[in-house]
């Protein structure tokens, strides 16, 4: 993996406008919420879930911002709100298990569409993506976002999961702004400890050997791994080749983030996996789709991505010229990639991998909220059944983030209504209705005027 997950040293403070306090409204509606027979029911709806890799006709009852029963009968007396969805597609909410908030990057030469955390999530909450891990930001800016969040004080918006800032070994020690520089391993336990004081929700390494230079040793790596968890923190380790997998596995990582785009996944590799249940985060998103964009614009013009980018940045990406960027760097990797990744998917899904969706968003070619249905379109196209690609946009990504969510009394009533069934076409994942949200619908027209 060449060019994604660079921290981005940004001095400028998010732009923080606030709205009052929505989340807070809805909690205390749901905890004042009375009787067991009102509610909401979604009736009529084609349950698509990927958790069971099933369809079915039914009705969700909700109360407040949780799912109380799944059922193929119509309740004979329902004192609640009834919305008849005559057949539509109902899938529980996105996640975009790899993201970097705050901006889309701009194309080769042109600046970023600076948006900062909170319309960062806003986006991501409009194209459906109900949650998202930030695996790279800045402790002070991100951390502060997702603590009101959860304290039900700022505006309607994405969750946000959060890593905070990466641990790397090279680079300036002490730079106040970026990654977390480690070169020894009590330097790894100590910088952990301060960064666990803050509640991160995973831990974020970057171990990569791929280029010149090294960005951490074994030792260090295992000792970041070890102590995470003793402190029962999750991992996810960014690797550069197959063999900084095969070290994160057997140190004991949580997930491996990207592919090694010069090789085939090994077999015994993806087996290793399969049996101490490692997820995977491929990241196809970051590792195609600018070469993808470069060789046909068409993608620019995608609805959902007009409604979540800006039109400045898109006319960036529009004015590149695919003769003349034939040979960047980013395309050369990306292409060379193009050769391993249809068998590096299929070995993963095949050994029985957990795969996980993440696009790498904030990277170069790559559109907050948009390009996590990019990578599940990519999933696909490398050799996911769209099953699985769906589960790798929800019910895995719950498992690894471990979100009580999908159609099961108790879970989360946070749900897409969907005009299009995704197993007839993936993209279908784009064509979005509604959005419920912890059992609120979301008013997208008011989000997306906001910027
Ligand atoms: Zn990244």
Redesign the pocket.
């Known amino acids: 993996m060449m060019a994604?997950?660079r921290a981005r040293l940004d001095h400028r403070a998010d732009d923080a406008s606030r709205m009052p306090g929505m989340l807070g409204a809805l909690l205390l509606a749901t905890l004042s919420s009375p009787t067991a027979t009102a509610g909401l029911l979604l009736a009529n709806a084609h349950l698509v879930d990927p958790a069971t890799k099933s369809i079915t006709l039914a009705h969700v009852h909700i109360e407040g911002a949780k799912v109380v029963e799944i059922s193929t009968e119509l309740p004979p007396r329902f004192d609640g709100e009834t919305i008849d969805l005559q057949g539509r597609y109902l899938i529980p909410g996105l996640v975009d298990a790899?993201v970097?908030s705050g901006w889309n990057r701009g194309p080769i030469g042109a600046p970023d569409e600076e948006l900062g955390i909170e319309e960062t999530a806003r986006r991501m909450l409009i194209a459906g993506v109900t949650a998202y891990l930030d695996?790279?930001s800045h402790a002070n800016r991100i951390f502060p976002v997702r603590d009101e969040q959860r304290l039900g004080k700022s505006t309607l918006a994405a969750d946000i999961y959060a890593a905070g800032p990466v641990f790397v070994s090279i680079g300036r020690p002490g730079a106040g702004n970026g990654p977390i520089i480690v070169q020894t391993r009590m330097e790894a336990r100590r910088e952990l400890d301060r960064l666990a004081a803050k509640h991160p929700d995973v831990i974020k390494v970057v171990f990569d050997w791929a280029r010149e230079r090294r960005t951490m040793d074994e030792e260090v790596m295992r000792a970041l791994v070890g102590h995470a968890q003793e402190l029962h923190l999750k991992t996810v380790v960014?690797i550069g080749t197959w063999e900084n997998a095969r070290l994160a596995v057997d140190a004991g990582a949580t997930a491996i983030?990207h592919l090694d785009d010069t090789a085939e996944f090994p077999e015994a590799l993806a087996e290793a996996m399969a049996a101490k249940h490692v997820f995977s985060i491929p990241?196809m998103a970051?590792q195609q789709d600018f070469l993808d964009v470069l060789e046909d614009h068409r993608l620019l013009d995608n609805p959902l991505l007009r409604l979540v980018a800006g039109e400045d940045l898109l006319n960036g990406y529009r004015a590149l010229d695919s003769t003349e960027y034939a040979d960047c760097p980013t395309c050369r990797w990306q292409r060379e990639g193009r050769k391993y990744y249809g068998a590096s998917l299929s070995r993963l899904a095949h050994a029985g991998v957990p795969i996980v969706a993440g696009s790498?968003s904030?990277?170069l070619g790559t559109f907050q909220g948009f390009s996590l249905h990019r990578e599940l379109i990519l999933l696909h196209q490398w050799g996911l059944s769209i099953w699985d690609a769906l589960a790798a946009g929800t019910s895995r990504a719950y498992e690894l983030l471990g979100l009580n969510m999908g159609f099961s009394p108790g879970a989360d009533a946070t749900f897409l209504v969907l005009s299009a069934s995704p197993l007839d076409d993936i993209a279908n994942t784009q064509r979005i209705e509604r959005i419920l949200f912890h059992g609120q619908w979301v008013d997208r027209t008011a989000l997306v005027t906001r910027h």
Do not use: I, P
């Open positions: 994604a997950c790899h970097h695996l790279g960014h983030t990241t970051v790498d904030g990277n």
